[in-house]
């Protein structure tokens, strides 16, 4: 058994819950967020608390009942606090601009690249080349900061690129250049 899923998810007092079968609706200040679980979970609000328990004794059941809870805390700490990432553009001439639900990255290219934006998620850019993504959907937030790096990640080098600030050294190793012997 998942020592995680036994563990109930208290809800705040400004965050309203609402579950249907395998959905749970979560909506607070910061936003609204709607997730499907698999049916081998069964979802139970009483008292301000969600408890979440195995339907069968199958291992998948057991595996989804620890995430299916730790995905609802994450939900309502979602809509309470909200999730941020920080980006970092190194480079000379790259910069990124914020048009209305696009942003406008100039990364080296020949083109500048378009991303919109999905709703729900809220990009603040500064001194051109420092990006905030903020949003209630920790899942989004991680997919919009991936997605942006992924347009020019770090290079080994000399660094030029998409980097998320606190992103461990190790996953941008940097390289020594050509010596002349």
């Known amino acids: 058994m998942s020592r995680i899923g036994k563990q109930p998810v208290l809800i705040p007092e400004k965050v309203k819950v609402d579950i249907k079968d395998w959905t749970v609706h979560v909506e607070g200040p910061k936003g609204k967020v709607t997730k499907t679980f698999a049916p081998v979970v069964k979802i139970v609000m009483a008292d301000k608390k969600i408890t979440v328990a195995p339907t069968e004794d199958s291992r998948f059941a057991k595996a989804m009942y620890g995430t299916a809870r730790s995905i609802i805390a994450s ?25 209305g639900k696009q942003l406008d990255l100039a990364l080296g290219f020949s083109h500048t690249i378009l991303m919109d934006i999905p709703d729900g998620i809220k990009v603040t850019v500064t001194e051109g080349t420092k990006l905030k993504v903020e949003g209630a959907d920790k899942q989004m937030v991680g997919a919009v900061t991936a997605e942006i790096r992924s347009y020019y990640p770090p290079e080994p080098y000399k660094g030029k690129g998409v980097r998320i600030v606190g992103e461990h050294a190790e996953r941008v190793r940097r390289k020594e250049g050509k010596t002349v012997a």
């Open 75 to 99: 939900m309502v700490k979602g809509v309470t606090i909200g999730y941020l990432k920080e980006l970092e553009i190194q480079g000379v001439g790259f910069k990124a601009i914020l048009k």
